[in-house]
């Protein structure tokens, strides 16, 4: 789909053609049908995420079942899928349901201003490839861009990183003819995305030598398997479709009894975790030293490795982890604070990712800016100040998509409610002052860098962002949307 400078005026604009991007395209005209649509994403191809990152064995943290959606039954065996496979999943299911007509690719909102006195956004689009300017006005504007940077990841600058003989490398950027074959890699890092690099640099023909996980301090990892035996099973006896929702909601029940118990029992899910890491490495030492932090678990997001594929390469000796700060790069590798050096061929920085609100959308009523830091949000989904707009934002502790289709279906619902009700424009407000809490509830480094530039939740419902899916699925598509949805009839300002 192009948008032309003649295009009319839209109903709705999502921002984002990634997994949030497509499942709310389908809720859309799905559940409103007849509504006028447009995905716009700044990139030159659809899937977000699995589009964008490239690294090696790039996969999966929440099994398919429930990251997938629940309208397209996942089909493949593994339980955490590679990031090409949900890619050709996503691409599927825009082509089945006749999304993908719907997208403009190489194209960024830089610009969004609600006008009040008409009702619509306008919206100053940039064309990525010319840089090219145009306009496009809408009713409702829905970012389906998730809160990470896909511009800038986080990356620290090291001492004597020009010192350094070899290359360095981010896996947000992850160049397609790097030749790590033979060679020593130390990955810095040591979350979902180190601890999946460094057993996947060690796989196939062109594996390297060997692999160092360098960790300034542990992260709670647990092995699971990497198909879903169980799956297996309900798939070879229901048809496809009840299997998909029989297995979903399987998996829902178990990652929620998990976290539950992790968050009740802290001291009980430390010794089954490092239990179970005892049990793959055969070194309880080894396991108090570098797998043991001392958090608790789930107060920053638990790592998965399918079939235990990390502590399986570490104890076959072709990777090692060690726990220590950084001095300084020196030409040979890594001088550690320690006084060890690490030598390598390879650096990668697997340090993070950096968090950007809603894609780097500043919203705007009337020409004025809305300070998001200062507002909330309603639902997880609405944010007060500013009329019109919803965020899709997916749970910490589950699949991202669980929480996002709710956010879909919730939009839609309160389309139809501002259609029934004779609203051109809405706003959320709470109608009693709230406590403000963090809208992430994290301690992990890179949600703590960031937040405070985000909207904050509330104290109670419907303004707070709960981590519980069981309960979302009964309470948000229930929440009386007159309590705090209130129509925006006047040319002024519409602060919380």
Not at 55 to 77: A, E, N, Q
Not at 186 to 201: D, F, K, Q, R
Not at 393 to 411: E, P, Q
Request: glycine share 8%; net charge negative; hydrophobic share 40%.
């Amino acid at each position: 789909m192009s948008l032309q400078q003649s295009t009319p005026h839209l109903d709705v604009v999502i921002v984002g053609a990634g997994l949030s991007g497509v499942g709310a395209a389908y809720r859309l005209q799905t559940e409103r049908p007849g509504t006028s649509y447009a995905i716009l994403e700044m990139r030159e191809s659809l899937g977000g995420t699995w589009d964008l990152f490239r690294y090696p064995g790039v996969r999966s943290d929440s099994d398919m079942y429930t990251l997938g959606y629940s309208f397209k039954p996942w089909s493949g065996d593994k339980s955490l899928a590679d990031g090409a496979s949900i890619l050709d999943y996503i691409r599927e299911t825009a082509t089945d349901f006749g999304i993908d007509e719907h997208i403009t690719f190489a194209t960024k909102v830089v610009a969004a201003d609600f006008d009040t006195t008409e009702s619509h956004w306008r919206l100053t689009l940039e064309d990525t490839r010319s840089g090219e300017t145009r306009e496009l006005t809408c009713g409702f504007l829905y970012s389906c861009a998730g809160y990470y940077d896909y511009d800038e990841p986080h990356a620290p600058t090291f001492p004597g990183a020009e010192n350094f003989a070899g290359e360095v490398v981010h896996p947000q950027f992850w160049p397609e003819t790097l030749d790590y074959s033979g060679k020593r890699v130390v990955v810095i890092g040591s979350g979902a995305t180190a601890v999946t690099l460094v057993p996947s640099l060690l796989e196939g023909e062109g594996a390297a030598s060997h692999v160092t996980m360098l960790q300034r301090t542990p992260t709670w990892i647990s092995a699971v398997p990497s198909k879903d035996a169980k799956a297996a099973l309900i798939k070879a006896v229901l048809p496809a479709g009840l299997a998909h929702q029989v297995v979903r909601a399987k998996n829902i029940a178990f990652a929620t009894a998990v976290y539950q118990f992790c968050k009740r029992r802290p001291e009980s899910a430390r010794k089954l975790l490092t239990g179970m890491s005892a049990k793959f490495l055969g070194d309880e030492q080894m396991v108090a030293d570098h797998f043991t932090p001392t958090y608790n678990p789930w107060e920053q997001r638990l790592c998965a490795i399918p079939s235990g594929d990390l502590f399986v390469a570490i104890k076959k000796g072709s990777a090692a982890v060690v726990t220590d700060t950084i001095e300084r790069f020196v030409p040979e590798g890594i001088l550690l604070t320690s006084g060890e050096t690490l030598e390598a061929d390879i650096i990668v920085t697997a340090t993070g990712l950096r968090l950007k609100a809603f894609g780097g959308i500043e919203p705007h009523v009337d020409g004025e800016r809305v300070e998001l830091s200062e507002q909330y949000v309603w639902n997880g989904a609405m944010i007060t100040g500013v009329p019109n707009f919803a965020i899709c934002i997916g749970y910490t502790n589950a699949s991202w998509t669980l929480r996002a289709d709710l956010t879909h279906r919730l939009v839609t619902k309160v389309l139809g409610w501002m259609a029934s009700q004779g609203h051109t424009a809405v706003v959320a407000r709470p109608d009693t002052e709230l406590t403000p809490q963090p809208l992430l509830d994290l301690a992990s480094g890179y949600v703590q860098r960031s937040i405070g530039s985000f909207p904050r939740q509330g104290d109670r419902r419907p303004w707070q962002v709960r981590q519980n899916y069981v309960l979302d699925s009964i309470t948000t598509l229930r929440t009386p949307l007159d309590k705090a949805l209130v129509p925006v009839k006047t040319p002024e300002r519409v602060g919380a």
